[in-house]
C-alpha cells in the first residue's frame, strides 16, 4: 500500500460532461503529480503542486485544471470530455518539491467517456 | 522535447536467468534516472534511482547502470522468478529551470516458471 488514495476508482460518463478526481497524497508529503495513462501514449506528466502552489506544468489540456487544497488533499478537473479523454488517471505525492525524490503512485481512477 | 525508447515487445525469460530491460533516450541527459515497476490495474511502484555521476546502482537482485554517452539506462534482474513479471518502467528527472519527470512507456516482463 502506498498510502495514496485516489476516488473514485471508476468513472464513467457522457461527452461534453465534467468530472472531478480526487487524491489524498501520502502522510507527510507536500507535493501531488497527476498523470494520464492510455495505452499508445504510456505516463503523461500533467501537472505538479507543492504546498497548494503550482510548481510544474506538463500537457495538461486548457479544459484540465488542478488544484492542492490547505489539507494538502488534491483535486483534477476535466470539462468539456471528449472521448479521448478515456484513461487511467494516476495522482502521486513525494516528500519535497523536486521531482527527483521517488514518487509514490495510487491505484489510479479509470475515466470512460461514452 | 525529450524521446524515452523502451522494448516495445514483451520480455520473456526463464525462472532464474537475468532479465535485462533497455531504456534509451534522445536530447538532453537527464540529472536522474528512475525505474518503477507496474503491475496490472495498479499505480507504479519505486524501485531505483540513479545519478547521472554513478555508473551502477544496486538493491537486492536489482542493478540499474546509466551511461550518458551512449544515452543508455540497462535495468537487470538477477535469478528472477515469476513473481518479477510485471512492467518496467524508466523516468527521466530533468532538473534546472524547468523540472520534469518523463516516463518511458515501459517493457513487460513475463518469468517463465
Known amino acids: 500500500d502506498s498510502g495514496v488514495t485516489q476516488t473514485p476508482k471508476h468513472l464513467i460518463t457522457a461527452t461534453g460532461q465534467r468530472v472531478t478526481l480526487r487524491c489524498s497524497p501520502r502522510?507527510?508529503?507536500?507535493?501531488v503529480y497527476w498523470y494520464q495513462q492510455s495505452l499508445d501514449q504510456g505516463l503523461q506528466f500533467l501537472i505538479q503542486y507543492y504546498n497548494g502552489e503550482e510548481r510544474a506544468k506538463g500537457n495538461i489540456l486548457e479544459r484540465f485544471s488542478a488544484q492542492q487544497f490547505p489539507d494538502l488533499h488534491s483535486e483534477l478537473n476535466l470539462s468539456s470530455l471528449e472521448l479521448g479523454d478515456s484513461a487511467l488517471y494516476f495522482c502521486?505525492?513525494?516528500?519535497?518539491?523536486?521531482?527527483?525524490?521517488?514518487?509514490?503512485f495510487g491505484d489510479g481512477t479509470r475515466l470512460s467517456i461514452l | 522535447s525529450q524521446k524515452i525508447e523502451q522494448n516495445s515487445e514483451a520480455l520473456n525469460i526463464q525462472e532464474g536467468k537475468t532479465a535485462t530491460l533497455t531504456c534509451n533516450y534522445t536530447n538532453y541527459s537527464p540529472a536522474y534516472l528512475q525505474w518503477y515497476r507496474q503491475d496490472p490495474g495498479r499505480g507504479p511502484v519505486f524501485l531505483l534511482l540513479i545519478r547521472e555521476n554513478e555508473k551502477e546502482k544496486r538493491k537486492e537482485r536489482l542493478k540499474v547502470t546509466f551511461d550518458t554517452t551512449l544515452k543508455q539506462s540497462l535495468f537487470h534482474i538477477t535469478a528472477s522468478q515469476p513473481a518479477d513479471s510485471a512492467t518496467y518502467l524508466c523516468a527521466l528527472v530533468r532538473t534546472g529551470g524547468y523540472q520534469k519527470v518523463t516516463f518511458g512507456t515501459g517493457t513487460k516482463l513475463q518469468v517463465i516458471p
Open positions: 502521486a505525492s513525494s516528500a519535497g518539491a523536486r521531482p527527483n525524490q521517488p514518487q509514490h
Open positions: 502522510s507527510g508529503d507536500l507535493s
